[in-house]
């Protein structure tokens, strides 16, 4: 399994906005596309901006390049994004595990 994660911040005002944008598009998109092994996304609010981690799970490099594309290492964007002053890292790293466990 290929675990593919992402970090992108907004503004304390657009918190709320911001995470619902991200269900109806980068959830949703990653859920929809085949190969997708389920999603999860962690807030974390620091000083003035709500931090957004997004781990996507995947069964292989062919199923992340139907949702990313060829250039796959480059952060998917939608087209709405810059309403909530999204500062997006603009690479997404990929991780090889052989399985996910909860730390308790």
Same mark, same amino acid.
């Not at 304390?12 to 269900?23: E, N």
């Not at 996304?41 to 390049?65: C, D, M, N, P």
């Not at 087209?79 to 997404?92: C, G, N, T």
């Given at each position: ?18 995470? =619902? ?9 990653? @859920? /929809?596309? +085949? ?5 999860? #996304? ?28 060829? =250039? ?9 994004? @810059? /309403?909530? +002053? ?5 690479? #997404? ?12």
């Amino acid at each position: 399994m290929i675990v593919r994660t992402w970090h992108g911040c907004v503004p304390l005002q657009h918190q709320q906005g911001f995470a =619902d944008h991200l269900t109806v598009t980068g959830l949703q998109h990653a @859920e /929809a596309t +085949a190969g997708n092994l389920g999603a999860f #996304v962690r807030q974390e609010i620091q000083g003035q901006y709500a931090h957004f981690f997004l781990a996507t799970y995947w069964e292989s490099l062919a199923a992340i390049k139907r949702f990313a594309g060829e =250039d796959y290492q480059v952060a998917v964007t939608y087209r709405d994004d @810059e /309403a909530f +002053a999204l500062i997006s890292d603009p690479y #997404v790293f990929h991780h090889r595990v052989d399985e996910i466990a909860t730390l308790s």
